[in-house]
């Protein structure tokens, strides 16, 4: 770790620990009174069906069996369960159909994954978006269809609730920009003292608009990828681009793949590169939001810099192990059990022993009580092919 003037793991920018019923929950000093919501987000809501097992994607006028597929909320849904299997009080703002594929959607989110819809909308007669998405080994396609909302999410939302931070994606219709003269709902949020972590997607058009940036303004935090953080600051490397974000916001992060992921906290002038781990990634769906979202529970833990983005780091990699977005995204229990099993071969390599220093942390965020229990659900449209005993000369298939 590369740590810069003024900053260290006994420093006084570092709070005491939360209590482990909680481990996000400190709050910055100065912070008045409790807030309703840990996190809160808008965007897009899909329902994801997702086919795995392939031996190659379909040519045309190809049918392919495959031997998995599970069905779950994605999109923005993506983000808002990985934040709440991670125990962070979650808000959603998004359109939801009065289709069948909105009751699933609505219903798994609100019911299954506790996350808070008050802000959300049904609208009858408008289609819930769909992604179909089919992986074979080496790669994965997707076809969606679906159509703009009814309304604009930030007319939806109005007064945004008060949450220790927000995710936001600076792209269009993310909630960063609105019409001349009119605040939008981060602008808002942030003058009631929320945290706003800011995502940014890639560009098909390969324009790479500097502009995109200004609307950084009100953020705590950016952490694009390194193709998008090196496109949009106009440098040639991870690093610069690292460097040049920090000019622009508090918390800089710049994710690089296998390569790891960089990082800068400019209050307490920490700088680190944590390698990624060693992983047989199955499916990269959702690791980006579910990376965001535990970067958000160790900053509102007041965890040091290396801490935070090792765990966001650990929490994306148990989730490409696994197929679907919002089915991978871990729980403490997910988490909690890779500790103990890590423990329990106690470092029997090299690299192994490393995992142990790097995360020795844990030991003092795991959380206590139901939290601590919470793992990956299954959640899918498919139930009846869950049953035992499929009717004689069916190809094998099995639910994720």
Do not use: K
């Not at 197929?323 to 099993?341: E, N």
């Not at 965020?365 to 959640?379: D, H, Q």
């Amino acid at each position: 770790m590369d740590v810069r003037t003024g900053g260290s793991r006994t420093s006084d920018h570092v709070p005491p620990r939360p209590p482990r019923d909680r481990p996000h929950a400190a709050r910055r000093a100065g912070q008045p009174g409790d807030t309703d919501l840990d996190v809160f987000m808008s965007g897009t809501v899909f329902l994801d069906i997702v086919f795995t097992g392939l031996e190659h994607r379909p040519a045309g006028g190809e049918e392919v069996w495959s031997t998995g597929m599970g069905s779950a909320p994605g999109g923005i849904a993506n983000l808002a369960v990985a934040a709440s299997r991670l125990g962070l009080r979650t808000g959603l703002a998004a359109a939801f159909g009065d289709d069948a594929y909105g009751d699933f959607c609505w219903s798994t989110l609100a019911e299954q994954e506790g996350v808070d819809l008050s802000r959300s909308r049904r609208f009858p007669r408008w289609h819930t978006p769909v992604t179909v998405s089919m992986a074979d080994a080496t790669d994965r396609g997707m076809v969606t269809h679906g159509h703009p909302p009814p309304v604009d999410l930030g007319e939806m939302i109005g007064e945004p609730p008060r949450s220790a931070a927000a995710i936001v994606d600076l792209g269009p219709g993310g909630g960063a920009s609105g019409p001349a003269g009119t605040a939008t709902w981060v602008e808002r949020a942030h003058r009631q003292g929320t945290l706003v972590f800011a995502d940014l997607g890639f560009d098909p058009t390969g324009a790479w608009d500097r502009g995109v940036l200004d609307r950084l303004l009100h953020c705590h935090a950016f952490m694009p990828n390194a193709v998008e953080a090196m496109a949009y600051t106009r440098t040639t490397t991870p690093q610069e681009a690292l460097y040049a974000i920090a000019d622009l916001v508090p918390l800089a992060i710049v994710t690089n793949g296998a390569q790891g992921a960089l990082a800068l906290d400019a209050g307490t002038g920490e700088e680190v590169a944590v390698p990624a781990l060693r992983t047989h990634a199955l499916d990269p769906t959702g690791a980006g939001d579910v990376f965001g979202a535990a970067l958000v529970v160790g900053t509102l833990g007041g965890w040091p810099l290396l801490e935070r983005i090792s765990f966001a780091s650990l929490c994306a990699a148990l989730a490409v192990q696994h197929f679907g977005g919002s089915l991978a995204a871990p729980g403490w229990g997910d988490i909690a059990d890779w500790w103990r099993d890590l423990r329990a071969v106690a470092g029997a390599t090299a690299y192994e022993q490393s995992l142990l220093r790097r995360f020795a942390f844990l030991d003092d965020v795991i959380p206590i009580g139901p939290i601590a229990t919470t793992r990956r659900a299954e959640a899918t449209l498919a139930h009846l092919s869950d049953l035992p005993g499929p009717p004689a000369g069916t190809p094998p298939g099995a639910s994720l």
